[in-house]
């Protein structure tokens, strides 16, 4: 079993930067694929932004491309999310997943999941 504890989120103006975290423990001599999903009110879970389990590869979603880059370190078993040029659109709360099988755009795809971080970004 691994528990995954996200970080990291709060109120930042449009045009601000965040960092998220998300320490994983438990089960962690294995590495897993990870991605980070966010959540608005009323909305479906959608995918953000996912990284292989060494750190060779990354996806992001269209909406988020160009300004988020997650980065893994496995020495500190920890997974971040570097947020930059936030906008209003960007309000949700924000999920860490670790991958075992399936796809990487769907919440189906990841077995474990964090309880979320809430990232406000005001106009």
């Known amino acids: 079993q691994v528990q995954l504890v996200e970080s990291g989120g709060r109120l930042v103006e449009a045009g601000g930067s965040l960092r998220l975290s998300c320490a994983a423990s438990g089960r962690t001599d294995r590495n897993y694929a990870m991605g980070w999903f966010r959540q608005a009110p009323g909305k479906e879970r959608e995918f953000v932004a996912t990284i292989t389990s060494n750190g060779d590869s990354t996806w992001y979603a269209d909406s988020v491309k160009g300004r988020f880059t997650i980065s893994r370190d496995n020495a500190k078993n920890t997974v971040y999310l570097q947020m930059t040029s936030l906008e209003p659109e960007d309000t949700a709360v924000y999920y860490c997943?670790?991958?075992?099988?399936?796809?990487?755009?769907?919440?189906?795809?990841?077995?474990?999941w964090g309880q979320g971080t809430q990232v406000t970004v005001s106009s």
């Open positions: 997943a670790a991958r075992v099988r399936g796809s990487i755009y769907r919440p189906s795809g990841y077995e474990y």
